[in-house]
C-alpha cells in the first residue's frame, strides 16, 4: 500500500494533522495507522465488581485507541503558552496560540459548541496567590468534558472515515528509510498484496486513485507492522505517551537525536468540591504553582477536576493515578480532585527521568497491588491510613485504592514540597489541609524524550516528522492536537 502521507497514531496530533490534510489536500491518499481499536470498542475492562484494578490489557484501551489517551479524558483544551508544551519555542508564540484557537473552533463545529471558556484574565485570584507564595499560571480553558469530548471523537471520525485509511489494531513496528532506487523498484501491487495479508484496515480501501501520483511513486519511508508495510513519501509520527519507549528506539534506529527530558512526581489530593468552588467555579482549572522554601522546588496544581472522579492510569504496565470530570450533571460527585506534582529534571550522568518516575510507581504497586491512598491527617502524624480510617473519612474517595502510607513510597524531597504546597492552597482554600482530605499516590507525569526537531518539526530525515507528546515537545491535548495542524500545513504546502 502506498500513501502520500502516512501518520502513526490516533491521538489528538494524529486526528488533527489527519483532518486538517484532508481539507487541504482532499486528492492525496493517507494512512493512519494506530495500535489500538476505533473508539466505540475501547472499553477499559475494571468494572469495579469482578475486575477491581488494572489487568495490564496488551493494548490499554485507556490509553490507545482512536483518540488516544485524549479519549476519556476531561477534554480540557488549555489555549496558553503558560503550560501544556514547548511549541511555541520550535513555531513562535503567536502562532501557537492561533493554531489553539483554531483547533477550539474545529472542536465547536463537532459537537463542542454551548461548551464553557473560562479565563483568567481579570481575576482577582492572581492578588491572593501572589500574597500567599502561589503563582497562577495565565490560560483560557475550554472544558469539554469527557462526555462532549467523546462526542467530538465521533463527530471527526465520521467526517474522515471515507476519505482516510484507519488501519486499527495496527501496532507500527518499526519505520525504514526507502534508497531511492527501493523506492522507485516497488511495484504498487507488490506493497499492496504485503499489507493484504496485515491486520484489517478497518475502513481501508485498497483504490488508489486518490494517490497524488509523484508522491505515491515516491516514497521515503516504509513502515513495517505484523504481517505487512506501508509507503508513504511524508510520515507523520503522533506516537503520544503509550508509544514513548518505541519512539526511543525509532530515534536510536534512524540515528535522530534525542535529549532526555523531566518527569513529575506528586500524588492527586481528593477534598470536598465546596473547598475549591470559589476557582473551579471561575476559572474550572487553577494551574498554581509554588516554590519550596528548603529547596526551591516547584510543586505545582495539575488536571483539576471539579466534582470529577479519581481514576487508574495504566503506563506501560505501570498503575498510577489521574482525574475526571464530567460535563453531564448527572455524573457529577461531591467532590473534586486534583494533582500535586513536583519537577525532577536530571543532570550528568543520569538521563533515565522516566526510568526515575517509573521506579517510584512501581514501589507503589508493590506496597499496594496498585494506588495507595492517605488521609492528609494521617501523612503528617507519621502513620499509615488503614481500612477503618478511610471509611470513617468524611471525604468519600471516589476511587477504590489500597490504604497505606505514601511517606514509604515518595521521597522526603518531594514529600515535603507536597505538605508544603497544601499548607500554603490551605490559605488561599481553606480546608485544604484537613485530615480528611485524600492523597493518592502515586501520580506520576512521564514525558518523553525530546526528540531534536525543527522549525517545522521535522527531523533530520527529510519529510519525517515527530508531532505530539510523542516529540517531547507537548504535553496536552491543545498542544498535540495544534503540533498536527501545524506540520499538516507545512506538508500540504509541498509540491
Ligand atoms: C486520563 C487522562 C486525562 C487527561 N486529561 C487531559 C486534559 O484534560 N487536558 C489536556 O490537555 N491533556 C490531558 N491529558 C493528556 C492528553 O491526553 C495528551 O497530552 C494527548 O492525548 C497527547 O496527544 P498525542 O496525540 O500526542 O498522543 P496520544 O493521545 O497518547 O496518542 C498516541 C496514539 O498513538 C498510538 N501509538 C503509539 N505507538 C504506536 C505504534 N507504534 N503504532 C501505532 N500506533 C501507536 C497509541 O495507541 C495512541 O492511540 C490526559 C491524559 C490522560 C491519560
Known amino acids: 500500500m502506498k500513501y502520500d502521507v502516512i501518520i502513526i497514531g490516533a491521538g489528538p ?14 486528492g492525496w491518499k493517507i494512512g493512519v495507522f494506530e495500535g489500538g481499536t476505533e473508539l466505540e470498542k475501547r472499553h477499559c475492562p475494571i468494572d469495579g465488581d469482578k475486575i477491581k484494578s488494572c489487568i495490564r490489557c496488551k493494548s490499554c484501551s485507556i490509553m490507545s485507541g482512536f483518540g488516544g489517551a485524549g479519549a476519556f479524558s476531561d477534554g480540557k483544551y488549555n489555549i496558553t503558552n503558560d503550560f501544556g508544551g514547548t511549541l511555541y519555542a520550535h513555531i513562535g508564540r503567536k502562532k501557537a496560540l492561533e493554531l489553539m484557537r483554531y483547533v477550539d473552533q474545529i472542536n465547536l463545529d463537532h459537537g463542542g459548541e454551548g461548551t464553557k471558556l ?26 469539554l468534558g469527557t462526555d462532549i469530548n467523546y462526542i467530538v471523537l465521533g463527530n471527526l471520525y465520521a467526517e474522515m472515515k471515507d476519505h ?24 504498487a501491487e507488490s506493497s499492496s498484496a504485503a499489507f493484504a495479508e496485515s491486520a484489517e484496515p478497518a475502513e481501508s ?31 507523520i509520527v503522533s506516537a503520544g505517551r503509550s508509544g514513548s519507549k518505541w519512539m526511543e528506539k525509532v ?24 473547598v475549591f468552588s470559589h476557582l473551579t467555579d471561575e476559572l474550572y482549572e487553577s494551574k498554581i504553582v509554588y516554590r519550596t522554601e528548603k529547596f526551591e522546588d516547584s510543586v505545582r496544581t495539575f488536571c483539576m477536576n471539579p466534582n470529577g472522579i479519581v481514576v487508574n492510569e495504566n503506563t506501560n504496565g505501570i498503575v498510577t493515578v489521574n482525574g475526571h470530570s464530567f460535563e453531564d450533571p448527572s455524573k457529577k460527585t461531591e467532590n473534586t480532585n486534583f494533582a500535586l506534582l513536583v519537577s ?4 550528568e550522568p543520569f538521563k533515565d527521568s522516566n526510568g526515575y518516575g517509573e521506579s517510584i510507581a512501581r514501589l507503589s504497586n508493590m506496597l499496594g497491588g496498585g494506588v495507595i491512598v492517605q488521609r492528609f491527617g494521617d501523612l503528617a502524624r507519621g502513620r499509615r491510613s488503614n481500612p477503618a480510617r478511610i471509611s470513617e473519612c468524611t471525604v468519600q ?15 522526603k524531597r518531594i514529600l515535603d514540597g507536597i505538605i508544603e504546597m497544601i499548607y500554603a492552597l490551605d490559605k488561599i482554600a481553606p480546608g485544604t489541609a484537613n485530615n480528611d482530605t485524600l492523597l493518592y499516590g502515586v501520580e506520576v ?51
Request: with cysteine; charged share 25%.
Open 13 to 26: 496530533g494524529g486526528i488533527f494533522s489527519a483532518y486538517e490534510l484532508m481539507k487541504r489536500r482532499p
Open 118 to 143: 473560562y479565563s483568567t484574565a481579570g481575576t482577582d485570584f492572581k492578588k491572593i496567590c501572589i500574597q500567599n507564595k502561589l503563582r497562577l499560571l495565565d490560560a483560557s480553558v475550554r472544558h
Open 164 to 187: 482516510i485509511d484507519f488501519h486499527f489494531n495496527t501496532l507500527v513496528d518499526s519505520i525504514e528509510l526507502l534508497q531511492k532506487e527501493e523506492a522507485e523498484g516497488e511495484p
Open 205 to 235: 480501501s485498497s483504490d488508489t486513485s486518490r494517490c497524488h501520483a509523484s508522491h505515491c511513486d515516491t516514497p521515503r519511508y516504509r513502515i513495517h507492522f505484523e504481517g505487512g508495510r506501508a509507503d508513504a513519501r511524508y510520515c
Open 251 to 274: 530515534c536510536r534506529d534512524l540515528e535522530i537525536p534525542t535529549k532526555s527530558n523531566r518527569v513529575d512526581i506528586g500524588v492527586r489530593v481528593e477534598l470536598p468540591a465546596v
Open 344 to 347: 525532577k529534571h536530571f543532570s
Open 397 to 411: 474517595p471516589t476511587l477504590q485504592a489500597t490504604p497505606g502510607d505514601l511517606s514509604l513510597v515518595l521521597p
Open 445 to 495: 507525569k512521564f514525558y518523553n524524550m525530546e526528540v531534536s526537531l525543527d522549525e517545522n518539526l521535522e527531523t533530520n530525515h527529510p519529510g519525517l516528522y515527530v508531532i505530539g507528546d510523542g516529540s517531547g515537545v507537548t504535553h496536552s491535548l491543545s498542544h498535540a492536537s495544534a503540533s498536527g495542524v501545524y506540520v499538516a500545513e507545512i506538508i500540504s504546502e509541498q509540491e
